[in-house]
């Protein structure tokens, strides 16, 4: 009987002598599409490079990364629950990671770890790829937590007509909103926050969204963050459902697609963002190069 490898979980740069090492950081991490993704975008643009996987165990990133680094590994991408240990590790913070409040892409450079957010972009790229209008649409997203954060500075920045944010509760959102007010202000967005309850009352949600954004965890248990009252105002057959789950339709791609709304997963989030950790590693002019969609339809099709 052939036995199967087991994924590297513990990446080691000095094993890879004459070549740049990455990683991708999490816990658990052997599921991650991350290695074939970069494996794929190296190919297409001739590069030299290794993609393995790390994973530090809890409490333990800054100790892991900071060995990585030292063993002269050149990037890594970071995934739950590490974000934050990330952002406090860096020693540079760009303005994306900054607003983002979470790091999922570092870099070394002259000795100084550098932190960067790719999310939004990656998240913006996607809707865009798939014909999404973002300019002048209202936008419910929902959930308040570090997935919001991290993609709701680069989706004001396409100038939508009106963000809301719904979370279970109001403070989280009321939080954001604030965070966020004064770009929202200068982009002449409307941006406001609700409750997960006050989308299923029509006096406070008065109409259906162009553009549904799941950013919570919900659909990782097979639940959906909103009930079928709340689903049927706000969606309609010229919405489109977006959830950053990915590999599978989530009940709250299945409420809106009853409703006849158009649905995606977020695997081409995944593999977007990526494309824009690679670029930062091996540089902006291989952009044309890459093809990051070929990339999704392959990994859609394994």
Do not use: C
């Amino acid at each position: 009987m052939n036995q199967v490898t087991p994924p590297d979980l513990h990446t080691d740069p000095t094993q890879f002598s004459g070549v740049d090492v990455y990683v991708v950081a999490g816990n658990p991490i052997s599921h991650s599409k991350s290695p074939t993704i970069h494996k794929r975008f190296a190919a297409q643009s001739d590069q030299k490079m290794y993609y393995g996987r790390l994973q530090p165990a809890l409490g333990e990133f800054k100790i892991a990364a900071q060995a990585f680094f030292a063993a002269g590994g050149k990037g890594m991408n970071i995934t739950v629950p590490f974000k934050l240990d990330a952002q406090a590790l860096a020693d540079v913070l760009t303005p994306r990671a900054k607003i983002a409040g979470a790091v999922n892409t570092l870099r070394i450079e002259d000795g100084k770890i550098f932190g960067d957010n790719t999310d939004g972009a990656g998240l913006v790229r996607d809707l865009l790829a798939q014909g999404i209008q973002i300019q002048g649409s209202r936008i419910l997203l929902l959930g308040a937590g570090g997935a919001s954060r991290g993609v709701l500075g680069p989706l004001l920045e396409q100038s939508p007509k009106e963000i809301i944010i719904a979370n279970r509760s109001n403070a989280k959102a009321d939080e954001l909103v604030q965070l966020f007010s004064d770009l929202a202000v200068s982009l002449d967005v409307a941006l406001q926050a609700l409750t997960l309850g006050d989308l299923e009352d029509v006096v406070k949600t008065t109409s259906p969204f162009d553009l549904i954004i799941n950013a919570t965890a919900a659909g990782l248990s097979d639940v959906s963050p909103i009930s079928d009252v709340a689903a049927s105002n706000i969606f309609i057959p010229k919405s489109f459902a977006y959830d950053m789950v990915y590999g599978k339709a989530t009940p709250f791609m299945q409420q809106a697609l009853h409703r006849g709304a158009r649905v995606s997963d977020g695997l081409g989030m995944l593999v977007e963002q990526a494309a824009d950790a690679f670029l930062i590693w091996r540089g902006s002019e291989l952009a044309d190069t890459i093809d990051s969609r070929a990339v999704l339809a392959e990994l859609r099709n394994f």
